[in-house]
């Protein structure tokens, strides 16, 4: 599934430039028309879709920049264009143009992302389509076309491949030592956790720590320990009584400013507006 993520845009250097010159910041790029970016940006039509929707699908929880530019590979560039969709679908015809069956969760933000183009303004979380996914396809399953093999075994899933080394064992053996890392994290995610820590764990230089993570995962060792954490907040806030406040210490952030800042930028809410939600 895709990561809580702040909005990413994919632009480059002197697209970057020119937002910046007329003051439009990253996540409000989809605040400002298709015709208005080429305007700005002196770009192509199709470019300026391309950003459009990269900004406007990351603005709501949970999407991040790998599903959106799923979406804009299907030929979707707003959530106008997904009014009317159904999500199962959606699901269906994402498979067959992968040649792979996809993660589950996928599914979710497929029913997820339809529910804010047909209703702007209702919050809703990709884990309030879990259950009414898991009900559909226990009646209806998945159409006999559905590709044999599974998402994982695509390139682009294979984090190993990305490490930057000069030969498959040398590879293999970095995907290793990071994976020990990851366990750590996972373990340990309450716990106060270091650079120094999650290098040592995999037996490698900070530098080289970080080098071959940020290679293998495209983010930093912290942005996937802050993901941990998140996931694991969402779930005490949904789950339990716990407050906000022990709700933040149990998944290891250092205080509850910074947890409430980092949980509005993943679930484009606050986690008391959410734990307020689930009580009415």
């Known amino acids: 599934m895709s990561n809580s993520s702040p909005n990413h845009l994919v632009a480059s250097p002197a697209e970057k430039k020119k937002l910046r010159a007329a003051r439009i910041k990253v996540g409000e790029v989809h605040l400002h028309s298709v015709k208005e970016l080429q305007d700005i940006l002196n770009a192509s039509r199709i470019r300026a879709m391309e950003l459009f929707a990269l900004s406007e699908f990351q603005s709501l929880p949970s999407i991040g920049v790998r599903f959106a ?7 979707y560039y707003s959530l106008g264009d997904l009014k009317g969709k159904d999500g199962a679908k ?23 992302i339809v529910h804010y183009a047909n209703n702007p303004g209702v919050h809703k979380d990709w884990w309030e389509f879990t259950p009414v996914r898991k009900a559909f396809r226990e009646k209806f399953g998945y159409p006999s076309s559905r590709p044999k093999d599974p998402w ?20 293999k053996d970095l995907h290793k030592k990071l994976k020990l890392a990851i366990q750590f994290m996972k373990k ?47 779930k005490l806030l949904r789950e339990t009584k ?18 409430i800042r980092l949980f509005k930028r993943a679930f484009k809410r606050t986690p008391g507006k959410l734990k307020n939600s689930l009580l009415n």
């Open 242 to 259: 716990l407050t906000v406040g022990e709700v933040t210490l149990r998944s290891g952030f250092e205080n509850e400013s910074s947890f």
């Open 188 to 234: 340990n995610f309450s716990n106060k956790i270091t650079l120094k820590h999650l290098a040592n764990v995999s037996h490698l230089s900070q530098y080289h720590f970080i080098r071959c993570f940020k290679s293998a995962y495209e983010q930093t060792p912290f942005q996937y320990l802050t993901h941990i954490r998140l996931k694991h907040a969402s």
């Open 69 to 75: 530019h799923d979406l804009i590979t299907m030929g």
């Open 152 to 171: 994982f075994e695509q390139p682009k899933y294979q984090t190993a491949s990305n490490i930057q080394a000069s030969n498959e064992e040398t590879k």
């Open 90 to 112: 959606l699901t269906d015809k994402f498979e067959r143009q992968s040649g792979v069956w996809i993660d589950p969760c996928v599914e979710d933000q497929f029913r997820l």
